[in-house]
Nanobody, 114 residues
């Protein structure tokens, strides 16, 4: 079955960086568009970034554009989210998801605080 395992979260100071990873299995990874979502405290889950199956096109929410970069390694069945210039408002649980499939991983907590 579809499994998504996020990692790489943690506590970071404002202005810092983190790289999240999502290891995927149970489906043909190289054929699927992958996404990163986040859920900030007290808010609904929101789409942060998306990358096509070949990695040739991506989408970013306005709130992260220019600071976050989504990428993928189809040989490793892994999608990444490089997060730079982090702000306290980026504090959230981050999840990866296969577009059009209902499965979620357990998420990884990112806390931006001094």
């Amino acid at each position: 079955q579809v499994q998504l395992v996020e990692s790489g979260g943690g506590l970071v100071q404002p202005g810092g960086s983190l790289r999240l990873s999502c290891a995927a299995s149970g489906f043909t990874f190289r054929t699927k568009t992958m996404t990163w979502y986040r859920q900030r405290p007290g808010k609904e889950r929101e789409l942060v970034a998306q990358i096509t199956s070949a990695g040739d096109s991506s989408y970013y929410a306005d709130s992260v554009k220019g600071r976050f970069t989504i990428s993928r390694d189809n040989a490793k069945n892994t999608v990444y989210l490089q997060m730079n210039s982090l702000k306290p408002d980026d504090t959230a649980v981050y999840y990866c998801k296969v577009r059009f499939l209902p499965h979620w991983g357990q998420g990884t907590q990112v806390t931006v605080s001094s």
